[in-house]
């Protein structure tokens, strides 16, 4: 978890540098960042299996090192398409990665202690969020874009060792049945086309009816993994744990928060840098603010649900990370590098309130034995929402440029502005499932 969050965050913060380095637009970049979250939607549905399968600690080692080597690749990079097609392959490690490590957790950890080990289980990826933009900076302003990548070689193979030394597969783990090879291609093509298709919209590459006709095929794609899998015993995905409210209300109820969290990160070191003027290392400075505002979390989590309960916490935590949003469209290059910095670190506090709320609530009733199901439908939803996130910041820039009869090759400040309010009214959607909870809900989790 600390790998995949440095590995993005460092990226944000030196998208303008790559850009010039391939002599590509800055917003073009967004198709490296997408590909590795679109591959680690489509390989996702099978970490479950191969983790049952095969063993979760051989598995983890395995997406680790898959990892690492993608990310050697892309420091190799020469042009855009290679970097995506690298990031591709950096996404499948990735893919394992984290549900992978979820899974052991879940399976580990008794309820009781479930706040308290999900709180530590998210101080990983803070430090990694930390030290991506500072980390970014540095490494822009010193040497070459290409170390962002390489700087992740020490590490994979410091996450091998420990895992080799620290982890045992559980011995309770299921032994799956044989794996579902057409359910696994319905759901990759239709995730594939369905992403891809919203990807490529205003970028003039495929014809307009060729883009609905992808789409089409990729819902239709998609609804009959849905109706096939309802008829078996053992289906990749077990889309019949949405059945269970906490679940559904983690999943889909969390979608439109994660939507914002992926543009966000996305959106703030491109306007910091090209509407602003600032150096990558001042960029990465400032935009460090969420990451520690999310650490700063740990501090007051348990506090806070054993004060308020799961449901006000999420309702209340969702209202402040929209009106912080909404907020980082009112920075201008005058404001002072202070209070953006404090505005940014209140905005990761709320927000990492609501994760690891959602992340320790949306598991707390789901069975043991279908564990593997829920870790791996959960990053799905979360990478997915990622992606979309991406896609959209890039989506919004590119149109309120279009509008202002600016180019997207050199969006100005003004351009930024209204996709922060965009992504900050999209995150009260998830208003409509945190109110339907009850309120004593996860009282024993604490």
């Known amino acids: ?57 051989r598995i983890f080692c395995v997406a680790v090192a898959a990892f690492s080597l993608g990310s050697t690749l892309c420091g190799l990079a020469q042009s855009l398409p290679q970097l995506v097609v690298f990031r591709v392959l950096q996404g499948l490690g990735g893919a394992m990665m984290l549900p992978v490590g979820r899974l052991i957790l879940l399976r580990s950890v008794p309820p009781a202690q479930m706040v308290a080990a999900m709180v530590w289980f998210t101080v990983p990826p803070a430090f990694g969020r930390l030290a991506g933009p500072l980390v970014g900076g540095i490494i822009v302003t010193l040497t070459s874009w290409r170390w962002i990548f390489l700087i992740n070689i020490p590490f994979g193979l410091l996450a091998i060792a420990g895992a080799m030394y620290f982890l045992d597969d559980l011995p309770d783990e299921p032994r799956p049945g044989a794996f579902d090879f057409p359910g696994f291609v319905l759901l990759a093509f239709g995730l594939t086309a369905l992403l891809g298709s919203l990807e490529l919209v205003g970028k003039s590459i495929v014809p307009t009816p060729a883009l609905w006709a992808m789409a089409g095929l990729g819902a239709l794609a998609a609804l009959v993994y849905h109706l096939r899998s309802r008829n078996r015993a053992e289906p990749l995905i077990d889309l019949s744990i949405l059945r269970f409210p906490t679940f559904r209300a983690s999943i889909i109820g969390g979608m439109p928060l994660r939507i914002a969290i992926g543009a966000s990160p996305f959106l703030l070191p491109l306007m910091l840098q090209l509407g602003f003027g600032l150096s990558a290392l001042t960029s990465g400075a400032l935009t460090m603010a969420t990451a520690l505002g999310s650490l700063a979390t740990r501090a007051v989590m348990t506090w806070a649900i054993r004060t308020i309960g799961f449901r006000s916490l999420l309702i209340g935590a969702t209202c402040l990370t929209c009106v912080c949003y909404v907020s980082y469209g009112s920075f201008r290059p005058s404001t002072p590098h202070v209070q953006i910095f404090i505005t940014l670190l209140l905005g990761g506090l709320v927000n990492s309130m609501v994760m690891v709320a959602l992340q320790t609530l949306g598991f707390s009733q789901i069975p043991k034995p279908r564990m593997s199901h829920a870790a791996t439908l959960n990053s799905m939803a979360q990478q997915l929402s990622l992606s979309l996130g991406v896609t959209l910041g890039a989506s919004l820039v590119t149109l309120v440029a279009w509008t202002n009869g600016g180019s997207a090759q050199q969006p100005s400040a003004e351009d930024f502005y209204p996709a922060f309010g965009v992504v900050g009214a999209i995150t009260l959607f998830s208003l409509f ?12 989790l604490h």
Do not use: C, H
């Open 1 to 57: 978890m600390f790998l995949q969050n440095l590995d993005t965050s460092v990226m944000a913060t030196a998208l303008p540098s790559i850009a010039r380095a391939l002599d590509v637009q800055a917003l073009q970049l967004n198709l490296a960042i997408t590909s590795y979250l679109l591959s680690l939607a489509v390989f996702l549905p099978m970490s479950g299996w191969l983790a049952d399968r095969f063993g979760a600690k």
């Open 433 to 444: 499932f945190f109110i339907r909870l009850s309120r004593d809900e996860g009282a024993g």
